[in-house]
């Protein structure tokens, strides 16, 4: 029973944010986006401000319930979910002592970014390599064990 009630409440605040996520889209369709930069009419920043919330709703969500669920059916997961947040963490941590932080070279942007936003870029696009690679790895090596247990 209560999980029907859950399920009513998400199937309704799914709608909500479905109804005005297509109203701020509309809504900057129907006034137009900018062609430039200079011509900002007031259209991209609430669109993008609207995606931060959905995407910050989303991920609270997931991770809320994530945990609820696990301390619920397998408390003892909870011990692997701290082990991996703390692996992201080193994670990051290495990224971030990786990044250069250099000028980008050929940016011709009206405002120059500051060294923090060139440090936290550098810092991401470290992640995203890393991370790019340990997916790459193990799609390669998942293929290459199952072939070999295959074998016998």
């Keep these: 029973m209560e999980n029907q009630k859950y399920a009513k409440i998400f199937k309704i605040v799914l709608w909500a944010l479905m109804i005005l996520s297509v109203a701020v889209l509309l809504w900057g369709m129907f006034k137009g986006y900018p062609a430039t930069v200079a011509e900002d009419n007031g259209t991209v920043d609430p669109l993008l401000y ?16 994530g945990l609820y669920i ?71 090596c998942g293929e290459v064990l199952m072939t070999i247990r295959n074998k016998k």
């Design 50 to 65: 609207w995606a931060y919330i959905v995407l910050g709703i989303a991920l609270a969500s997931v991770i809320c319930l």
């Design 70 to 140: 696990t301390a619920t059916t397998n408390p003892k997961g909870l011990v692997k979910i701290g082990i991996a947040v703390v692996a992201a963490a080193a994670l990051f941590g290495i990224c971030y002592v990786l990044a250069s932080g250099n000028p980008a070279v050929g940016y011709s942007g009206a405002k120059l970014p500051t060294a923090t936003e060139l440090k936290m870029t550098d810092t991401i696009l470290n992640m995203a390599y890393i991370v790019g690679a340990a997916a790459i790895l193990s799609i390669i």
